[in-house]
């Protein structure tokens, strides 16, 4: 069974493009969501997605954007990237389906790896 | 707003030296708390969920237990593969199905 994949791994953006990174699910898997990790801040939530809809934000500017497709594919996009971006981007999926009450236990990818020069 | 906490933030062990790694947290009603294994270049992988006080999981050398506050995570004769950074997370009774907050984690190495 094929895990959560991320593209690309690694990539470098210079201060003020913008980036887009992918992410596949595990097959059946209608849930996912996006994290930031870097070293001072551990992982933070971005945003989370079920049937293409954004149903949960963190506390990011507008520069983070996400969406998911009918596939339950997702992408991210950051815009205007500053030096801060600079971070490990971790996408997770899971069985997760609106109104259920048990814990969500998410599948994690490998992540994407962006440095901002 | 949840918070987790982990202590220590590094530990150092010999083989077969066995020690806990503790994670404080505050949430609005837990949902579940959970235990992840993150080695270096990949993405953290699922270890335990913890979702009442007083409730206990194990896996090999790995035993998690929860309290209202707190939740351990006991490594009994380490190897040196246990080497890795042990992340902590609750995820809230309300507000998102996949919206989880992590703690900083443990960084864990097994000296031979």
């Known amino acids: 069974k094929a895990g959560v994949t991320q593209t690309p791994r690694y990539l470098i953006k210079t201060r003020g493009q913008q980036v887009t990174l992918s992410c596949s699910p595990i097959?059946?898997?209608?849930?996912v969501s996006w994290y930031q990790q870097t070293p001072g801040q551990g992982l933070q939530f971005l945003f989370e997605y079920f049937s293409e809809t954004q149903r949960n934000k963190g506390n990011f500017p507008g520069r983070f954007s996400g969406r998911q497709f009918s596939n339950s594919r997702s992408e991210m996009n950051v815009s205007t990237l500053e030096l801060g971006d600079s971070a490990l981007y971790l996408c997770?999926?899971?069985?997760?389906?609106?109104?259920?009450?048990?814990?969500?236990?998410?599948?994690f990818g490998a992540g994407s790896r962006l440095t901002v020069l | 707003e949840d918070q987790v906490t982990q202590s220590p933030e590094a530990l150092r062990l010999q083989e077969g030296e066995s020690s806990s790694l503790n994670c404080s947290y505050t949430?609005?009603?837990?949902?579940?708390l959970f235990w992840y294994r993150q080695d270096p270049g990949k993405g953290p992988e699922f270890l335990f969920t913890l979702y009442s006080a007083g409730e206990e999981k194990e896996k090999e050398r790995l035993k998690a237990t929860l309290t209202k506050k707190e939740s351990f995570l006991h490594i009994t004769a380490p190897k040196p593969e246990d080497s890795a950074t042990y992340l902590c997370?609750?995820?809230?009774?309300?507000?998102?199905?996949?919206?989880?907050?992590f703690g900083i984690g443990t960084k864990l190495q097994v000296i031979p």
């Open positions: 949430v609005s009603g837990l949902r579940g």
């Open positions: 097959s059946g898997h209608r849930s």
């Open positions: 997370a609750v995820q809230p009774a309300s507000g998102g199905y996949q919206k989880v907050t």
């Open positions: 997770a999926s899971s069985l997760a389906l609106p109104g259920s009450s048990g814990a969500n236990v998410l599948t």
